[in-house]
Structure formats: structure tokens, C-alpha cells
């Protein structure tokens, strides 16, 4: 788990981006580490918390994070905080102040593109934040570069007065590749918080004065970005095609064309753009190669480097690769594009599900029953309620957006929607990260919402991290437990409108949505069922299905739990002439944590704890699932 | 010319493809070889597609294998084979846990599970070695071990020696769970005795 804290100087070790810049900041002397969990960034802080010697925590937001590594720079020492893509829109609130305040220890953000969304609700690219909030963006390709570019970033940060941007992609955060190890933690400390409001008060007449000095910065950065040794070139003996490249592109682009001239950016913003038009100047054609947006591109198109292509050429969205690289190139001199490559089966797709005797199991086959619902949605592993078999979710916007939709739809709603109840899906995480207003602000407006906190205790979708609602820290220790009924009575929703629920029990839940979506006022249903993944959860021995009894309904299907599989089907006509498709079922008891769902449903009452099963050969109940095996 | 290794190991989330794909990079990391290794497993813990890549040689660049350049691809669900048997050479090597999981949207009936996936897998014509890895598994008490019995199967097509990866496994634990060492080393001589007669068979 942790090769690289482990590491000694002159060790040379196999690490994710992620481990490589945890080591980084650890090494830099940094006092305060935060972040809140987010896909590909969120093991960065996970590592942190295995060095003692260091303050890390989950915060609540991002934009906390990005404060709380603020108020450790104002008292003289380093903070640090990582987050993906997303997470810096959350933040970017006090990136934008904090950019004239400037710093004191050294602040170093690490912000994660998701390219290719492999887990996200967008994508974008990150690079752009250094022109918008006057910041310098480093840009590491791999591991090495990450461990090296962090080290580098907290320095940067103190010579110039600035927060630094480590702008990392996926392939960076999750890519392992071998770093060797040259540096043991620093002492770091500039000495105590000094008092100075025409510096960190930030009131217009104050802002103002600051101004000049962040533009006096910029200037300074960018002579900075022409002879940083991150931005440099390299020759080639094929000069058919000269590249500009930055991040793990460069990679891509000296496997797919070892031979030819590139300019690999590593310091990313601002842009080095009187050597990198020297370097187009030299040959006749010159790719930028560069994710995801044509931000290099344009700036050289402005400056009047006329023999550049970029996107004209390569997709204007996810990831780049050699392939993609080699046929962009292709296009771009005019040669064929060939192929000899064999072609790709179709196959049925497997996307993401939710994990076997999961707790959101129940209230989706609820919502999933309910008729004449919207059902404003939010981030997080319930999002894959939108999916088969459910289908019980109609948007997804951004963290804590279920709240301000489904109040936005009630009263917006035409004579279309008028018989139409408003449900918002939130997860406790989630809730606590950006809901809680948005809740806040349906009781204050008196919107008729009906919401369903789903608290799982455990950031799920990232892994189960730990979060106030579950009381435990990022180092697991036991910390201060949020209590959800009284949250949500505090921020104003009656007392008899706040209903928990076990979501195990199916009856129940459907019960209480239909009671609580016929009450025109703000209600709160509350799960509590722990996550599958996470150690609270206690499973139970495996059920298995009487297969001499089951009759086919498939209604076990419906929950969606992924143990149940089909066995065989049969086309039978029913006494009206009408056609009836059966599915008859098995359970795979070695994944089974027995947590009864599938047994609501099924009409005849066939699936039993395989501990009842008289002909057992072997105990297979011991087998551990498949779901924590990684 | 550098010689560079590249290995996909595929799967489904949970299965253990990034454990052994991590196996896999560090057997080469302790021959002091240039090691990358890389995934797609978005939401890898709720049951989607994993893929995971190594790569291993003298200089390794791109994280990332060029489909239709994989040494070797090691799957670990028969019909994940199919889906990803193009990113082999025209002679690489597959190795193929050959049991069935089928998703919920298969299991709903809203897509069908390959009939033939094997026959079109062996059809390509390279050397194939498909069993079911899970069966092993199940039978020495532990599904987990699926990972195990696979990189006993891989252990033939590499370009070190069977007991250098098997060290790398044992060694894991052998400190903090010593019971599971004997354990692991019949899981991975089961998997490298049934992939070794089929792909003995083919060549």
C-alpha cells in the first residue's frame, strides 16, 4: 500500500501519480494537508494520512479543503490540498481571492482531470484556471515528474507569492510508474501569522491595491515559463512532423514517434511562447498534441504561428493515446490510414452497478415502482439509479444539485407536472458537501420536495471513505458523528416529516415515499444501511433460491442485485391469450451477504438462507465476496 | 531496438485484474526493468469492465499498449475475452478464465450473453489456453484465489521464470498470513498445469 513512505533515499520504487506527489508533499516540510474524496485524486490523501508526522483530513468541500490549506500559509507553514476537476469549481471561490492575498507557506493545490470520464459528470480541462486566477499550472506526465513538480510547486509558490496549480490527468494519478527517491522530510516554517489587513483583508479598497501586484506577477511568471527547465526540447532525425506537447501526451507521443522533434511544456501556465515559437520556427510542420482543449494552440494561433495544427486534427475530447496520435498525424500529412488491425467483437456492455446487498437496492426498486414522480438526482454510487433495472433517475447536475432542482421544478411546474410529486436522491456524504443549503433553502422557500437521504455512512463511489456522517476521520480514528433527523429539523423540516427507514425492508420504504410525496411540504426519508464496502456493514450468511419452487416471476431481478443470475427462460400464454416471459433464477452464494431484498418480492416465496439447505456438500458460506477482493 | 512486454489483464470490478496486474509489474520492477502500468476501472468496484495494462522493457514511454500490440491478454471472464481479444498481436498469447458472469442487463434480458465465445476466440488462431479458473478456486475454498490461478496460467507466456512471479505472490504474505502460502502455490500450479497442456497442445 505504501512503497513509497516506506521508501529511503536513493530507492527507486513502483508508485500511482497519486503516491508519488503524497511523498512529495510530505518531503516538503507541509503542516496541513485536506482534500474531499474525488475520482482520480482522491488516493492522494489517503496516502498523506499514512504519515504521522503531517496534519491531513477530509474536509467537508473542497472549498473547505482549499481554505483550510489557506489558514496553514497565512501562520508561516506549507499547506496542501488535492481535489479532481469538479472540486476546484467548488473552490475556485477562494482560489479567486486568494490569488491577490498571495501566500506565506507555501500553497499548493493538486487539481485531477478526469479526461475520458471515467467517473465524472464533465470534463475539463484545468489548465485554464492559470489564465483565470492569474496562477502558475505545472504539468507532470508521470510519477517521477509528479514527485518532482510538487517538490518544485511549494518553492515556486514562495518566490513568487502565489498559490502553484499541480494539474494532474488520470494517467498520471493512476498510472504507476518506477520514481526514485531522493529526499527525507524538510523542517519547514516562515514563523507565525502576521497581523497586516492591507494584505489578507480582502475589502475593495484593499482588493484594489492588490491588483497591480498580481499583474506585476504574471509578468514575472511568464519571463519565468521562457528558461524554466520544465519546458525543453528535443531533437529528432524526422522532421516531417515536429510536436508541442504536455502531461502524459508526451509519453504518448515518443512511443507513437520516437524519431521526431518535440517541446515538452511541463510548466504549463503561463505558456513559454517565445521558445515555443522559436521551435516552431524550425520546421514546417508542428502538431500540438494537448488534453483536452486547444489552450497551447490558441495562444500560439494569437501570437501568429502560422504552421501549427492541433485540434483541426486530434478529438476535441478524451484521451489521447499513440493510436489516436498516430492517426491525427496521419490526417494531417495527408497519408492513408491504414489498418491491419483485427476488428472488435460486439459484446453486451457491463456498466458500472450497484455492488451485491446494496443498501440503495431498496429505495431504487421503490422509486423504481412509484408512478407519476421527477426524481431530481445528485452525485454518487445512488447515481447509478438512472441505470437498468431501475431507470428511477432524472437528472444529475453537480454536488447537492438534487436539492435546488427538484425546488426549482416545483415551482416551475406547468399544468404538465401538476399531479407530478418532486423527490430528491441525496447521499449522506453528498448532503453534507454541498445539500445541506439546498435543503435549507427548500424549507426557507417552502417548496413541496420530498427527500430521500440515503446515508450509507461512507463516501461510496471513491471507495467508502470516512465523513461526518459516519464519525470517523480520514486516519479511522472515532471524531465528532453528525446526527442526520437532527440536522435536517435544524434546517427547518417538522419534526413529523422526517422519517427513518431501514432499506432493507421494501414494504416500508415504498410505504413511507408514497405517504411522504402525498404531503405538500418539505419531508426528509432517511436510510441509514451501511455501505457494502465498508466495515460497518455486517453480512449475513448467503441466500439461495429453491429452484424446484421458483415460478419465474423475475421480480428478484428487479432489485437489481447483481448475485442474482438467470438459470433458464420459458414463454408461457396465459389463460387471456396473452404471452408471459419467465425468468427462472440462482443465487450466487459465494457473493450472497444474505441481506434479504430479494425475498420481499419474490411471489413464491422460494429464497432461503442457504444454512436452511438440508444436501450441503461444503460449507461455501465462508467464502469471502468478490466485492472486497481489491 | 527496445524490447517492451506489454501485458492486458481484463476483468470485472472486484475480481482482483488490478492486484494482479500489480503482480505482474512488480515481478518485472525486482528484474530492474522500466515498469508502467496502467487501468481504466472507472467505477471498477460496482461490477463494470476493468482493464488493466503492463508494460515492461529496457525504456517504457506511453503507459498505454497500442491495440493490436498486446503480448499477452489474460482475461478473466470468457465473454471479457471476446471484448478485448483485438488488443492482442496476431500471435499473442490468451489465456482465459472461461467461466460466465453475466451482468444485470444480460440477466434482465435486455442483452444476450456470446453463445460461441470460445469457438471465436480459438478461431483467431493463436495459442489459447480457456479454463475455469473459478471452478480452482472454488474448489481449494476461496474465490479469491481466481487471481492466483491466473497468474499461474500467465506464468508460461512470460519472459521470466514461473517461480519469479510465484515469489512475488507468496511474498505478499508470507509475513502476515504464512497459512495462505501453501494455499497460493497449489492455486498457481493448478492454473500453470491447465494453461500449460492446452497451450502445449496448440503450438
Known amino acids: 500500500m505504501a ?67 489557506i489558514g496553514a500559509s497565512l501562520v508561516g507553514s506549507r499547506g496542501f490540498c488535492a481535489m479532481k476537476h469538479v472540486g476546484l469549481n467548488v473552490a475556485s471561490d477562494a ?64 518566490q513568487f507569492n502565489t498559490p502553484v496549480i499541480v494539474r494532474l490527468t488520470t494517467r498520471v494519478c493512476h498510472v504507476k510508474t518506477t520514481i526514485a527517491i531522493y529526499g527525507e522530510r524538510e523542517a519547514f516554517s516562515l514563523g507565525g501569522f ?23 506577477r504574471d509578468l514575472k511568471l511568464a519571463q519565468y515559463s521562457e528558461t524554466n527547465p520544465l519546458n525543453f526540447s528535443l531533437s529528432g532525425v524526422d522532421e516531417s512532423v515536429a510536436f508541442i506537447t504536455s502531461g502524459p501526451a508526451f509519453m504518448h507521443v515518443q512511443e507513437a514517434f520516437p524519431q521526431s522533434p518535440v517541446f515538452k511544456i511541463g510548466y504549463s501556465w503561463p505558456i513559454p511562447i517565445s521558445a515555443l515559437k522559436n ?116 437528472t444529475c447536475i453537480s454536488m447537492g444539485a438534487s436539492m435546488g432542482v427538484a425546488l426549482g421544478m416545483d415551482k416551475g411546474r406547468g399544468p404538465e407536472d401538476e399531479n407530478k410529486a418532486m423527490v430528491a436522491v441525496i447521499g449522506d456524504s453528498t448532503f453534507l458537501h454541498m445539500g445541506m443549503q439546498g435543503l435549507l433553502n427548500i424549507t426557507y422557500n417552502q417548496g413541496n420536495v420530498t427527500i430521500l437521504l440515503l446515508d450509507n455512512r461512507a463516501v461510496g463511489m471513491t471507495g467508502g471513505q470516512n465523513n461526518p456522517g459516519n464519525g470517523m476521520n480520514l486516519q479511522g480514528e472515532q471524531t465528532n458523528r453528525v446526527d ?25 420504504v415504498l410505504k413511507t415515499l408514497r405517504e411522504e410525496t402525498k404531503i405538500k411540504q418539505p419531508s426528509v426519508v432517511i436510510t441509514g444501511n451501511p455501505c457494502v464496502l465498508v466495515d460497518a456493514y455486517q453480512p449475513k450468511g448467503p441466500l439461495y433460491v429453491m429452484e424446484n419452487d421458483c415460478n419465474g416471476c423475475g421480480n428478484c431481478l428487479d432489485t437489481g442485485c447483481p448475485a442474482i443470475s438467470v438459470t433458464r427462460r420459458e414463454t408461457v400464454v396465459k389463460p387471456n391469450g396473452r404471452e408471459k416471459k419467465l425468468a427462472f433464477v440462482t443465487i450466487d452464494t459465494s457473493v450472497c451477504t444474505g441481506c434479504g431484498l430479494c425475498t420481499k418480492p419474490c411471489a413464491p416465496d422460494c429464497i432461503q438462507p442457504l444454512s436452511l439447505r438440508g444436501d450441503l456438500s461444503k460449507d461455501v458460506s465462508t467464502s469471502p465476496s468478490l466485492g472486497d477482493s481489491q | 531496438m527496445n524490447e517492451v512486454t506489454n501485458i492486458m489483464v481484463v476483468g470485472i470490478g472486484g475480481q482482483g485484474v488490478m492486484t494482479a496486474a500489480e503482480i505482474l509489474a512488480d515481478a518485472a520492477l525486482r528484474l530492474d526493468h522500466d515498469v508502467k502500468k496502467t487501468e481504466v476501472a472507472g467505477m471498477a468496484q460496482r461490477g463494470g469492465v476493468v482493464t488493466s495494462q503492463v508494460r515492461f522493457g529496457a525504456c517504457v514511454k506511453s503507459p498505454v499498449i497500442i491495440e493490436g500490440q498486446a503480448d499477452v491478454l489474460l482475461s478473466f471472464e470468457q465473454a471479457e475475452a471476446l471484448r478485448w481479444q483485438h488488443w492482442l498481436k496476431a500471435d499473442g498469447v490468451l489465456l482465459v478464465n472461461d467461466n460466465q458472469l453475466a ?34 478456486a472454488l474448489e481449494l475454498g476461496n474465490v479469491k ?59
Open chain 2, 103 to 136: 451482468p444485470p442487463v444480460v440477466n434482465l434480458g435486455l442483452f444476450d450473453y456470446p453463445e460461441n465465445a470460445l469457438a471465436a476466440l480459438h478461431s483467431g488462431g493463436r495459442p489459447m489456453s480457456a479454463f475455469n479458473a473459478t471452478a480452482i
Open chain 1, 95 to 158: 482560489l479567486m481571492t486568494l490569488t491577490l492575498t498571495g501566500v506565506h507557506g507555501g500553497l499548493v493545490i493538486a487539481v485531477a482531470d478526469d479526461v475520458g470520464l471515467s467517473s465524472s459528470q464533465n470534463e475539463q480541462d484545468s489548465r485554464f484556471w492559470g489564465r483565470f486566477a492569474h496562477v502558475p499550472i505545472l504539468e507532470p506526465a508521470d510519477s517521477q515528474e509528479a514527485y518532482d513538480m510538487t517538490r518544485m510547486a511549494f518553492e515556486l509558490s514562495e
Open chain 1, 3 to 69: 512503497a513509497a513512505q516506506q521508501a529511503q533515499i536513493g530507492q527507486k520504487v513502483l508508485v500511482s501519480g497519486n503516491e508519488a506527489i503524497a511523498r512529495a508533499v510530505w518531503e516538503a516540510g507541509t503542516k496541513v494537508a485536506a482534500a474531499y474524496p474525488g475520482t482520480p485524486a482522491t488516493e492522494i490523501l489517503e496516502y498523506l494520512g499514512l504519515y504521522s508526522d503531517i496534519y491531513s483530513e477530509w474536509s467537508v468541500n473542497e472549498k473547505v479543503s482549499l481554505e483550510v490549506a
Open chain 1, 484 to 508: 442526520f433527523a437532527k440536522l435536517v429539523e435544524a434546517l427547518g423540516v417538522a419534526p413529523e416529516r422526517i422519517r427513518k427507514v431501514n432499506a432493507y425492508e421494501l414494504p416500508v
Open chain 1, 194 to 216: 502576521a497581523k497586516d489587513p492591507a494584505r489578507w483583508v480582502m475589502v475593495p479598497t484593499v482588493a484594489r491595491t492588490r491588483l497591480p501586484f498580481q499583474a506585476k
Open chain 1, 279 to 394: 521551435f516552431a520556427s524550425q520546421y514546417e510542420k508542428v502538431l500540438v498534441v494537448e488534453e483536452t482543449e486547444a489552450l497551447v494552440e490558441t495562444e500560439l494561433k494569437a501570437a501568429g504561428v502560422e504552421n501549427i495544427s492541433g485540434k483541426d486534427v486530434l478529438p476535441l475530447h478524451g484521451e489521447l493515446t499513440p493510436d489516436v496520435i498516430k492517426y491525427g498525424v496521419a490526417k494531417l500529412i495527408g497519408a492513408p490510414i491504414t489498418s491491419n488491425l483485427i476488428p472488435a467483437q460486439q459484446v453486451f456492455p457491463r456498466p458500472p452497478t450497484m455492488c451485491v446487498a446494496c443498501p440503495h437496492l431498496g429505495p431504487y426498486f421503490a422509486l423504481a415502482s412509484m408512478r407519476n414522480i421527477h426524481i431530481a438526482g445528485d452525485i454518487g454510487c445512488y447515481t447509478l439509479g438512472a441505470g437498468q433495472p431501475w431507470n428511477a433517475l432524472d
Open chain 2, 145 to 203: 484465489l481466481v487471481n492466483t490461478v491466473m497468474l499461474g496460467a500467465v506464468a508460461e507466456a512470460l519472459p521470466f521464470s514461473a517461480e519469479h512471479l510465484l515469489e512475488g505472490i507468496v511474498s505478499r504474505f508470507r509475513q502476515s498470513k504464512p497459512h495462505l502460502v501453501a494455499l497460493n502455490e497449489r492455486a498457481f500450479n493448478l492454473g500453470r498445469a491447465a494453461s500449460a497442456s492446452q497451450l502445449a497442445r496448440v503450438s
